[in-house]
């Protein structure tokens, strides 16, 4: 019969589906378990990294000049807006977007002196979206997610620095998701340069107090050695972070 004969192609199709979709699923969970285990265990280290960065670049104020902590007028800036190269992860990608063209608009467009707005976007979907509506976007990163290195990583970090120190651009800021766990993400606004206060916002008593480092070698050297391996770091961060927030929004 040949109605016997569709139901039995249908039935194979419909299993072949699940074999197909069972692996997917399989590849994903694998992803989604490297990803958190890479930025689990980089945060310890990036959080210490840059509480020591804000203590030494704050003590080095009045010492030298701190160059990576210059605060000027932002005459220029340098939005960084991480995506994914594909879609299917529900919002994840249309929040960073809706976030970066708010900072634009709402918060650079309403100073009285409207600052230059350039763009650097890491993943497919910023690159599209903002190269199709004519934003200024300076430089694409897209290839960024096919390996995740320090090696591929530290090298973007020092650009950016390069970028800061030789005033192309006054404030660059990060946006992205960061990951919590395999349902919610959670939108960041970072101040990448300069190189922001040491942070209070943890309501205890030692958050009101500097911490009293004792340096070895000197100041002069640490500061040269450890604050630009901490925005190196903090990059590096980032980029992992978006990176696990996507597989769990797959």
């Known amino acids: 019969m040949p109605a016997l004969k569709e139901v039995r192609i249908r039935i ?10 069972s692996a997917m699923k399989m590849v994903a969970a694998s992803k989604l378990r490297r990803a958190q285990n890479a930025i689990l265990k980089l945060r310890p280290y990036a959080a210490k990294l840059k509480e020591i960065m804000q203590n030494l ?17 932002p005459e220029s800036v340098l939005l960084i807006a991480f995506t994914s190269n594909k879609g299917l992860c529900g919002a994840f990608n249309a929040n960073v ?24 976007t890491v993943g497919r979907k910023a690159t599209d979206f903002f190269r199709k509506r ?41 946006i992205y998701n960061q990951f919590k ?8 606004i970072e101040q990448y340069l300069p190189i922001a206060g040491e942070e209070t916002t943890v309501k205890s008593p030692a958050s009101h107090l500097s911490a009293n480092y004792i340096y070895e070698p000197d ?10 391996k901490s925005l190196r770091v903090q990059l590096f961060k980032a980029i992992l972070d978006s990176y696990a927030a996507e597989m769990g929004a797959v």
């Open 219 to 228: 100041k002069e050297t640490l500061f040269l050695e450890v604050i630009p």
């Open 57 to 73: 670049s704050a003590d080095m104020e009045n010492s030298m000049d701190n160059k990576y902590a210059d605060i000027r007028e």
């Open 134 to 174: 004519q934003y200024q976007v300076v430089e694409s990163w897209d290839d960024v997610y096919n390996s995740i290195s320090v090696e591929r990583i530290y090298p973007l970090a020092e650009h950016l620095m390069s970028l800061f120190t030789d005033k192309t651009y006054d404030r660059i800021e990060l």
């Open 181 to 188: 766990n395999a349902a919610v993400q959670r939108l960041v």
């Open 12 to 21: 194979a199709s419909v299993n072949s589906t699940q074999q197909i979709t």
């Open 97 to 120: 977007i809706r976030a970066v063209t708010e900072r634009i608009h709402n918060t650079y467009g309403s100073q009285p002196l409207h600052p230059s707005v350039h763009l650097i």
